[in-house]
């Protein structure tokens, strides 16, 4: 059996990526185990598992999807490597052993002393520093748990996994295998998994024999997640994932050392371009704009915007997730990531938990509906009294971000927490919609599309994004947004297992020097 290989991403001498995909036969996932069996290491599961950076070539090499697991075999540990994990277990040893003594000094007393709870706190801090050591040495050696079964279950999901939200993509066949068959009840039988996971209803869709399920959680939950896998035992039906985002590297060992569950990492902005390509062509409603939209009212109204696929390169993709990256598509099978800013939906997350007693973005959005950002933002209207017909500028547009907080006496008129969060969603805002235009400008692109979960339920930024292409660019341009906004990128890692006919069998990265790019 054969798999896809993951893209592998050759550095040039000027930094541009080529990316690349290449189909190359699958090798067997050799399972090993400790030669020297008195040391009671655990044994070591498959060669390189996470996915691993060579710097000579900058190329990623993951492991195969679908191998075979063949029968153990033996690895020696060298000496140094025995010495090293036994040094740490017998420090490990040692801090216990004082931490215990102090337990029953304290017990003994009743009451601690201070030394000893100073020297307690320090004890503990220096135990999970040890934990941490003691697993990083092991885990080369450590045995994969169910390592004797392969499932094919994880074929049909996709995992995106940024810095706020994971999203995961599953495709559920009409057709199905037994080990299929207890993933897709385990999906089905309720909306919400854990304590942040939901799976959004209004999002799924058939497609040929099968459906497609989309569901959503926290990142910082991500061992919660596995927890849940491993607790309801899915992770016996599932020997990889494809996955994406930052997350497919980050938590690679955590999946792996917990479920056993090898992550195959793509590239980020493939995926998302992929996803969306494929979303495009085959869901008819998928795009819609936002004519008319003005910043006097919150009231608008959403049309379905009919396009071939054909009909919209070149255009701009605006993907807003933690930051934001601007993409320039020129066809199918070309792209290039020319822009971006740090200013995304991180900021203001951050920015609102800083300042507001809001925890969740969902938080943030809703007492922003309730504010008002003219109460803390300069307006033109401010400064000339009306409309600036000179420069065509309604008296509603923002002059200054804040620029009332110049003037204002916060002691007797405090600034409220919904004032706030609702400026700082339109001063992230507008700086998305002004660097969006600017580079569909520079580059002449047809279209500009809007993405990622910062848009989700989110009204106040699609009416002020709507709004500012539309005025910049003196109606030459309209913001075109997804129904699916945020799942781009987990689509476009699961069509990398299920190949559907339709998406196009390669997509490459082209430089085009006109335009600078920028990190997130």
Same mark, same amino acid.
């Given at each position: 059996?054969?798999? /896809?290989?993951?893209?592998? %991403?050759?550095?040039?001498?000027?930094?541009?990526?080529?990316?690349?995909?290449?189909?190359?036969?699958?090798?067997?996932?050799?399972?090993?185990?400790?030669?020297?069996?008195?040391?009671?290491?655990?044994?070591?599961?498959?060669?390189?598992?996470?996915?691993?950076?060579?710097?000579?070539?900058?190329?990623?090499?993951?492991?195969?999807?679908?191998?075979?697991?063949?029968?153990?075999?033996?690895?020696?540990?060298?000496?140094?490597?025995?010495?090293?994990?036994?040094?740490?277990?017998?420090?490990?040893?040692?801090?216990?052993?004082?931490?215990?003594?102090?337990?029953?000094?304290? /017990?003994?007393?009743?009451?601690?002393?201070?030394?000893?709870?100073?020297?307690?706190?320090?004890?503990?801090?220096?135990?999970?520093?040890?934990?941490?050591?003691?697993?990083?040495?092991?885990?080369?050696?450590?045995?994969?748990?169910?390592?004797?079964?392969?499932?094919?279950?994880?074929?049909?999901?996709?995992?995106?996994?940024?810095?706020?939200?994971?999203?995961?993509?599953?495709?559920?066949?009409?057709?199905?295998?037994?080990?299929?068959?207890?993933?897709?009840?385990?999906?089905?039988?309720?909306?919400?998994?854990?304590?942040?996971?939901?799976?959004?209803?209004?999002?799924?869709?058939?497609?040929?024999?099968?459906?497609?399920?989309?569901?959503?959680?926290?990142?910082?939950?991500?061992?919660?997640?596995?927890?849940?896998?491993?607790?309801?035992?899915?992770?016996?039906?599932?020997?990889?994932?494809?996955?994406?985002?930052?997350?497919?590297?980050?938590?690679?060992?955590?999946?792996?050392?917990?479920?056993?569950?090898?992550?195959?990492?793509?590239?980020?902005?493939?995926?998302?371009?992929?996803?969306?390509?494929?979303?495009?062509?085959?869901?008819?409603?998928?795009?819609?704009?936002?004519?008319?939209?003005?910043?006097?009212?919150?009231?608008?109204?959403?049309?379905?915007?009919? /396009?071939?696929?054909?009909?919209?390169?070149?255009?701009?993709?605006?993907?807003?997730?933690?930051? %934001?990256?601007?993409?320039?598509?020129?066809?199918?099978?070309?792209?290039?990531?020319?822009?971006?800013?740090?200013?995304?939906?991180?900021?203001?997350?951050?920015?609102?938990?800083?300042? /507001?007693?809001?925890?969740?973005?969902?938080?943030?959005?809703?007492?922003?509906?309730?504010?008002?950002?003219?109460?803390?933002?300069?307006?033109?209207?401010?400064?000339?009294?009306?409309?600036?017909?000179?420069?065509?500028?309604?008296?509603?547009?923002?002059?200054?971000?804040?620029?009332?907080?110049?003037?204002?006496?916060?002691?007797?008129?405090?600034?409220?927490?919904?004032?706030?969060?609702?400026?700082?969603?339109?001063?992230?805002?507008?700086?998305?919609?002004?660097?969006?235009?600017?580079?569909?400008?520079?580059?002449?692109?047809?279209?500009?599309?809007?993405?990622?979960?910062?848009?989700?339920?989110?009204?106040?930024?699609?009416?002020?994004?709507?709004?500012?292409?539309?005025?910049?660019?003196?109606?030459?341009?309209?913001?075109?947004?997804?129904?699916?906004?945020?799942?781009?990128?987990?689509?476009?890692?699961?069509?990398?297992?299920?190949?559907?006919?339709?998406?196009?069998?390669?997509?490459?990265?082209?430089?085009?020097?006109?335009?600078?790019?920028?990190?997130?």
């Amino acid at each position: 059996m054969s798999t /896809t290989q993951p893209d592998s %991403v050759h550095s040039t001498v000027d930094g541009i990526h080529d990316l690349s995909f290449a189909s190359k036969p699958s090798s067997s996932d050799q399972m090993f185990q400790v030669l020297n069996t008195s040391t009671d290491l655990p044994a070591r599961s498959g060669a390189e598992r996470s996915p691993q950076l060579h710097p000579q070539t900058a190329q990623f090499d993951t492991p195969e999807c679908s191998a075979p697991l063949t029968s153990p075999s033996v690895i020696p540990i060298s000496e140094a490597d025995h010495k090293r994990i036994q040094d740490t277990r017998d420090q490990l040893e040692q801090i216990e052993s004082q931490l215990r003594e102090i337990e029953y000094r304290q /017990t003994e007393r009743a009451k601690a002393g201070a030394a000893d709870r100073d020297r307690g706190m320090e004890l503990k801090r220096k135990l999970h520093l040890c934990q941490q050591q003691l697993t990083e040495q092991e885990l080369p050696f450590r045995t994969v748990p169910n390592s004797k079964r392969k499932g094919e279950g994880g074929r049909w999901f996709g995992l995106d996994i940024g810095g706020t939200l994971a999203k995961l993509v599953f495709y559920e066949p009409l057709s199905q295998t037994r080990d299929l068959a207890q993933l897709s009840k385990f999906v089905n039988a309720s909306e919400y998994y854990g304590s942040t996971g939901k799976r959004v209803l209004q999002l799924s869709f058939s497609f040929q024999d099968g459906l497609f399920h989309f569901i959503l959680f926290e990142t910082h939950r991500m061992a919660s997640a596995i927890d849940l896998i491993v607790q309801n035992r899915l992770h016996s039906d599932m020997s990889t994932l494809s996955a994406t985002g930052g997350g497919a590297y980050k938590y690679s060992r955590m999946f792996e050392q917990k479920a056993g569950i090898v992550m195959t990492a793509y590239g980020e902005l493939e995926c998302a371009v992929r996803g969306l390509l494929f979303l495009v062509r085959h869901v008819k409603d998928e795009l819609y704009t936002i004519p008319n939209a003005t910043l006097s009212t919150d009231t608008f109204q959403k049309e379905t915007y009919e /396009t071939s696929i054909d009909d919209m390169f070149p255009f701009i993709v605006v993907n807003i997730g933690s930051g %934001v990256s601007v993409l320039f598509v020129e066809n199918e099978r070309t792209f290039e990531r020319v822009n971006g800013t740090a200013l995304g939906g991180g900021t203001y997350l951050g920015l609102c938990r800083l300042f /507001t007693r809001c925890e969740t973005f969902e938080e943030a959005l809703r007492l922003a509906e309730r504010g008002h950002a003219s109460k803390l933002d300069l307006l033109v209207g401010d400064i000339y009294g009306g409309d600036c017909e000179n420069l065509s500028l309604p008296s509603s547009a923002t002059a200054a971000s804040f620029g009332k907080a110049m003037t204002m006496d916060i002691e007797k008129d405090p600034i409220q927490p919904e004032d706030f969060a609702r400026a700082l969603l339109t001063m992230i805002s507008n700086n998305i919609g002004q660097i969006a235009l600017l580079t569909a400008r520079q580059l002449k692109a047809k279209h500009v599309v809007f993405a990622g979960n910062f848009l989700r339920h989110n009204n106040i930024s699609q009416r002020t994004l709507a709004f500012a292409t539309n005025f910049w660019s003196k109606g030459t341009l309209e913001a075109l947004f997804l129904r699916h906004e945020g799942f781009c990128g987990a689509l476009g890692a699961l069509l990398h297992t299920i190949p559907f006919d339709s998406v196009p069998a390669a997509l490459k990265k082209q430089r085009n020097a006109s335009v600078t790019s920028r990190s997130d």
